[in-house]
């Protein structure tokens, strides 16, 4: 069965710092789609970023990057130059056709000003 | 529609009666899924629609819940006799297709259901 894995149930930097949201995952699939979904207090889930597992370049999408490792099964999120308005909860979720989406538990980030 | 569209926003109901929550798809997506949100929680899995396949129901947590999908369009997530521990936030998701290529989901804005 797939899985996946967020380890951080919470963090809190400084506005203007960067920050590293890990996700790990399961799966015995070779070509899948991995995503990273932002839920903030207003409580709509948006997406943020997508990789799509058969390709070996890391995904971006303006001061949002991952960093894939499919060998090590890991899909982390880095923010550079966190904003106030990334305060939200953050999901990463794991797609596969044969699959529904699969998700984490999410990681609380609080941007302190 | 232009998005994924809940009603109602907010409901709160009496313990013991039965509610809807409707869930209106973006147009032409297969896949639909209804989830479930406490309070600064993860997304507990209910239900998912595709296409004309037979739902996967295998996270609805009892019997008092249940869901349809008209026309492969429209769908309503039902609880009856309600209870405190239903209280939630209800999210519903439509993809264009399940889990693969385009898998996308987008998300309606929620039903906040308190019972009291």
């Known amino acids: 069965a797939q899985t996946v894995t967020q380890s951080q149930p919470e963090m809190s930097v400084q506005e203007a710092e960067t920050v590293t949201l890990s996700c790990t995952y399961d799966?015995?699939?070779?070509?899948?789609?991995l995503f990273w979904y932002k839920q903030p207090p207003s409580r709509q889930m948006i997406l943020v970023i997508r990789q799509e597992a058969y390709k070996q370049q890391n995904a971006t999408e303006n001061r949002f990057s991952v960093n894939f490792q499919k060998a090590a099964k890991s899909f982390s999120l880095k923010i550079s130059d966190s904003q106030l308005g990334d305060t939200a909860m953050y999901f990463c979720a794991f797609g596969h056709s044969n699959y529904q989406l699969i998700w984490g538990a999410g990681t609380k980030l609080i941007i302190k000003p | 529609g232009a998005g994924v569209s809940q009603s109602p926003s907010n409901k709160v109901t009496e313990k013991g009666k039965d509610v809807e929550l409707r869930c209106d798809p973006i147009?032409?997506?297969?896949?639909l899924y209804w989830y479930r949100q406490s309070l600064g929680q993860g997304l507990e899995f209910l239900i998912y629609f595709q296409g004309n396949s037979a739902p996967d129901k295998s996270g609805l947590p009892s019997d008092r819940f249940s869901a349809e999908r008209t026309g492969g369009s429209v769908s309503t997530l039902t609880i009856q006799r309600t209870q405190q521990e239903d209280s939630a936030v209800y999210l519903c998701a439509s993809s264009l297709r399940l889990g693969g290529l385009n898998t996308e989901a987008f998300f309606g804005q929620g039903t906040r259901l308190t019972v009291v």
């Open positions: 799966t015995s699939e070779s070509n899948y789609y």
């Open positions: 147009s032409g997506h297969t896949a």
